[in-house]
């Protein structure tokens, strides 16, 4: 149900750029079957993905890990957020222990995931792995029902599964 593209492993570089042909016959044919595009990016390919979501404004674009923000700087993970101006860009609230240290709950970077939270808004964001309780935590000012589709009811809808299984 989805198409991923692996930017990169770590610091190892898997591709050059998003305006590679490849890449984009893959998104493109990944969007003509209605594949979610799945993204393991670092902040540094967020901009070069702008042209792509633009150019398919009906593809769910999902981003893993929170746009893996340790792998960047401060002015590219501001492209990263600048994706949520779109609407069919959904996060992926996944890979604290990428960030932090301070598990379970990851306080440390609450401050963080609220930012990023914000700018997606429940409506488009995913809880990833990990504990509820973490997510439960960094949203604990959300109505209930805004948790809820962030802990499981949006990639329910966004992968077209029945309400109740």
Known sequence: MA???HAHRGKEMYLDNFSDAGVRAL???AAALGLIIELHIGPNYAAQ??????????????????GEPAYGTIPEYAEVLALADFPNVVMKLSGLDHIAGDAPLYLSVRRFVRQVADAF????LAWGVGSPAWVRTHLS?????????VLGGNLVRLLRWPEAL
């Open 27 to 29: 998104w493109e044919k």
């Open 141 to 149: 000012d959300w109505p209930e029902a805004d948790v809820t589709h």
């Open 121 to 124: 808004g429940p409506a488009r």
């Open 3 to 5: 198409m991923r593209f």
């Open 49 to 66: 993905t702008r042209d792509l979501i633009t150019a398919f404004p009906e593809t769910t674009v999902l981003i893993d890990h929170l």
